[in-house]
T-cell receptor, first 115, second 112 residues
């Protein structure tokens, strides 16, 4: 099992350019998440998908859109990149939503720089 | 609004010593209290977690202490090793789905 995979690993964009970050999981998890990590601020939730066919905003959704393509794949799109979006982006997945000690499994991250 | 405050921001411990990281929260709806460990260049990974109906949980050298009335929980690493050098995050879970709220992180360095 590869777990959670993300592409690309690194990306440099110019202000105003667009791009899509790809995420896939092979653990048959229902829920998937996108976070950004900035120094001293921990990880902040951008968007999540509780189950296939649903998406919801997290703490910092402005400037981003997401697509839950199928149960395995969850993509994050930046329509018009801004320097404030320079960050490390992590995708995560978990098996179920509400009950029990549900662990989130994280991908290796995408390091994005917007010039 | 900072719901989760983690301290210290950085910590240096000698090999064999005890590392202690604290997390204070405001949201009384949090129902699950994990700690995640992150090595440079990697994604976070679950280290240990506790439910609010117990006050302490131990797994090997790692212990979580939970104080519900004070709205605090802490991570203790006994006999700290250089391989424990990483960034640690508390990330309590809220009642809206499986949402984790991450603290700002503690960078731990264990000196040989």
């Amino acid at each position: 099992n590869a777990g959670v995979t993300q592409t690309p690993k690194f990306q440099v964009l110019k202000t105003g350019q667009s791009m899509t970050l790809q995420c896939a999981q092979d653990m048959n998890h229902n829920s998937m998440y996108w976070y950004r990590q900035d120094p001293g601020m921990g990880l902040r939730l951008i968007y999540y998908s509780a189950s296939e066919g649903t998406t919801d905003k997290g703490e910092v959704p402005n400037g981003y859109n997401v697509s839950r393509l199928n149960k395995r794949e969850f993509s994050l799109r930046l329509e018009s990149a801004a320097p404030s979006q320079t960050s490390v982006y992590f995708c995560a997945s978990s098996a179920r939503q509400y009950l029990g000690a549900d662990t989130q499994y994280f991908g290796p991250g995408t390091r994005l720089t917007v010039l | 609004q900072q719901q989760v405050k983690q301290s210290p921001q950085s910590l240096i411990v000698q090999k064999g010593g005890i590392s202690i990281i604290n997390c204070a929260y405001e949201n009384t709806a949090f129902d699950y209290f994990p700690w995640y460990q992150q090595f440079p260049g990697k994604g976070p990974a679950l280290l240990i977690a506790i439910r609010p109906d117990v006050s302490e949980k131990k797994e090997g050298r790692f212990t979580i202490s939970f104080n519900k009335s004070a709205k605090q929980f802490s991570l203790h690493i006994m006999d700290s090793q250089p391989g424990d050098s990483a960034t640690y995050f508390c990330a309590p879970r809220g009642n809206a789905g499986n949402m984790l709220t991450f603290g700002g992180g503690t960078r731990l360095m264990v000196k040989p």
